[in-house]
């Protein structure tokens, strides 16, 4: 690869490059800019909601396999069941995933890496569209209409700032004492401590709304920042110490390496690249013309220290891509236009009207958290029986104790819902 980036390729169009733009609806193609990735017990998972519902891939033999497809909860008060964002958050051993719809945030266990059980779900006391979700400093961060806030895991806000990007929200980052926002030709640098905008830099965009996200290097207070024209690293009141122009007309990320504080990841589009952060040299490319896939276009990235090895996980436009530490392919998936799952507003649950009974009794079995209308199976004791879910993912049931469970005390009565495959047992004494 050519130490140059290569020239912007012109049967692109301007909802391509500019993914925030293309909202979930108005077309069957899929654009692929922004999402979040977290190696979990071994796993890579990459998640994203870019295209209205939340998409969660694992890497497996070699290949990106999808996980869950699911619609948000429709919000009665909006009419709306899109997601806005997610991020993955590891608390205590357990996989979270948090996730944006409207003014709701939801707190998902994610931990058995098959389905999304509903922990917990806050709506904004002020309305505020929560456009983009980040983390930082343990906390879940918030880029929305009204503000900036930092979330802990509780869905609580502890602490909200003045900073909005209206026209594109995932242009805001927090990071340190300070709140990036590229807003239109300029950054704006929020400082935290000061409550104010402490400076506003100018930078080359030549679509106004398009996606920009910086690094900041706190312990260096040292940013890098790649925008329409060049990479530059400069500190926070805009003394800048290098500068590589690009020919690329856009750019999109820049993140640090996980495992070598010497270099930094950066995509324009066209490529991606590996460089040395303090002089700009040029460690490794990978250009999107190679992966033969049209419509590729790197935009957002994620870098994932794993057992192995760092990985970069690429949001390219039609596909998602893994590329190794030397930015060599890895996977790929192809965005998929498949019917998504509504997803119910309940956590799993199920319940059983009585403690015990004895054979040929009827019980009633009463079940939440499922699909709305998907057929629920109930393994008990060796014998199935069927319900349904109504339109909030409720059923009740009733069934008889079976004779095959004579004789064995205590034994598990198991839902599984046919389409979503969302289990949940509980228990059941027979007494004779």
Avoid at 336 to 355: C, D, K
Avoid at 366 to 376: C, I, L, R, Y
Wanted: proline letters at 3%.
């Amino acid at each position: 690869m050519n130490k140059k980036w290569f020239i912007f390729s012109l049967i692109l169009t301007v909802a391509v490059i500019g993914g925030w733009l293309l909202k979930a609806g108005q077309s069957k193609t899929k654009s692929y800019y922004s999402g979040d990735a977290i190696e979990y017990n071994g796993q890579l998972v990459i998640g994203t909601a870019n295209t209205g519902s939340l998409e969660i891939f694992k890497f497996v033999d070699g290949k990106l396999v999808n996980a869950v497809k699911l619609a948000a909860p429709l919000d009665s008060e909006v009419r709306s069941n899109t997601y806005n964002d997610l991020v993955f958050n590891q608390e205590g051993g357990q996989l979270y995933v948090y996730a944006s719809a409207g003014s709701t945030l939801y707190k998902y266990d994610f931990s058995d890496l098959s389905h999304l059980t509903l922990i917990n779900s806050v709506r904004d006391t002020t309305w505020d569209w929560l456009g983009h979700l980040d983390k930082g400093e343990g906390r879940i961060i918030s880029a929305g209409s009204k503000a900036t806030k930092i979330w802990n895991y509780d869905l609580q806000v502890i602490d909200s700032f003045p900073v909005v990007n209206a026209s594109n929200p995932y242009n805001v980052r927090l990071a340190g004492r300070f709140i990036f926002n590229f807003n239109g030709a300029n950054l704006d640098i929020f400082d935290r401590d000061w409550r104010q905008i402490k400076n506003s830099l100018p930078v080359t965009a030549n679509i106004a709304t398009g996606n920009k996200q910086v690094y900041f290097d706190a312990p260096a207070n040292m940013l890098y920042v790649l925008d329409d024209a060049r990479l530059a690293r400069m500190n926070p009141d805009g003394d800048v110490y290098k500068t590589l122009s690009h020919d690329s007309r856009f750019g999109y990320d820049v993140v640090p390496s996980a495992i070598d504080d010497n270099y930094i990841y950066i995509a324009n589009g066209n490529s991606v690249a590996k460089l040395n952060k303090n002089d700009f040299t040029f460690a490794a490319g990978f250009e999107n013309r190679d992966l033969k896939i049209s419509s590729s276009w790197a935009m957002g990235l994620k870098l994932v220290p794993t057992a192995k090895g760092e990985v970069l996980v690429v949001f390219n436009n039609s596909n998602i891509l893994v590329l190794d530490k030397n930015l060599k392919p890895l996977a790929t998936v192809l965005a998929t236009e498949e019917e998504v799952r509504p997803q119910s507003p309940e956590a799993l649950s199920l319940t059983v009207n009585q403690g015990s009974g004895q054979v040929w009794d009827e019980i009633t079995v009463n079940g939440s958290g499922f699909q709305p209308g998907e057929d629920v199976t109930l393994a008990f004791a060796e014998v199935n029986y069927q319900a349904q879910a109504d339109d909030s993912g409720h059923f009740s049931a009733a069934v008889l104790v079976p004779a095959s469970a004579r004789g064995q005390g205590t034994v598990v009565i198991k839902a599984q819902g046919q389409k979503s495959n969302l289990t949940y047992s509980t228990t059941f004494n027979v007494t004779n």
